[in-house]
T-cell receptor
Framework: RKEVEQDPGPFNVPEGATVAFNCTYSNSASQSFFWYRQDCRKEPKLLMSVYSSGNEDGRFTAQLNRASQYISLLIRDSKLSDSATYLCVVTLSGGSYIPTFGRGTSLIVHP | DVKVTQSSRYLVKRTGEKVFLECVQDMDHENMFWYRQDPGLGLRLIYFSYDVKMKEKGDIPEGYSVSREKKERFSLILESASTNQTSMYLC????????????FGDGTRLSIL
């Protein structure tokens, strides 16, 4: 079983739609969670951290469900510029703080 | 703003060559990482380093080595390049305190012919 799993998609949505991705993780000792965005042929860039209480940044909302071991990313009012691959990242508590990346979910927002 | 600089965006080498990929960060970060990214496989960790002269193997270290002689610089070395090492290589850095997000370089697209 992969440590961090994401639906690769692609998710094809029209502009203005709301779309949500989930990311499941297998290690219950995981402590820190992030969402990264990666544009085609570019490097990953931090989108947002995911806090236990959930957090929101404009049109983006990230949530953590420890009981079911998944994190989610919700994008409201999708823009064409949101088209990208979204990577979830999970880090174990203590130890080496080595992050584990999911393989990413592809989002395509069309006019 | 954190800047992670990789020496080349595109590189073409031949099988058997020794290849050096350089990465420099300007934020005094303790942690540095080398990944490769391939379609369908995502980011895979090759090596990482917590401090100068320290290195740890990641998930796929075979065929690679690294060097960290200075805090700001982390080099990835392909001892004898092979065609299956054709890939996008990404360097990243992060502060050493607790869990912090990583900052990535632009990547080096390496082709081994």
């Amino acid at each position: 079983r992969k440590e961090v799993e994401q639906d690769p998609g692609p998710f094809n949505v029209p502009e203005g739609a709301t779309v949500a991705f989930n990311c499941t993780y297998s290690n219950s000792a995981s402590q820190s969670f992030f969402w990264y965005r990666q544009d085609c042929r570019k490097e990953p860039k931090l989108l947002m951290s995911v806090y236990s209480s959930g957090n929101e940044d404009g049109r983006f909302t990230a949530q953590l469900n420890r009981a079911s071991q998944y994190i989610s990313l919700l994008i409201r009012d999708s823009k064409l510029s949101d088209s990208a691959t979204y990577l979830c990242v999970v880090t174990l508590s203590g130890g080496s703080y080595i992050p584990t990346f999911g393989r990413g979910t592809s989002l395509i927002v069309h006019p | 703003d954190v800047k992670v600089t990789q020496s080349s965006r595109y590189l073409v080498k031949r099988t058997g060559e020794k290849v050096f990929l350089e990465c420099v960060q300007d934020m005094d970060h303790e942690n540095m990482f080398w990944y490769r990214q391939d379609p369908g496989l995502g980011l895979r960790l090759i090596y990482f380093s917590y401090d100068v002269k320290m290195k740890e193997k990641g998930d796929i270290p075979e065929g690679y080595s690294v060097s960290r002689e200075k805090k700001e610089r982390f080099s990835l070395i392909l001892e004898s390049a092979s065609t299956n090492q054709t890939s996008m290589y990404l360097c990243a850095s992060s502060p050493g305190t607790g869990v912090q997000p990583q900052h990535f370089g632009d990547g080096t697209r390496l082709s081994i012919l």
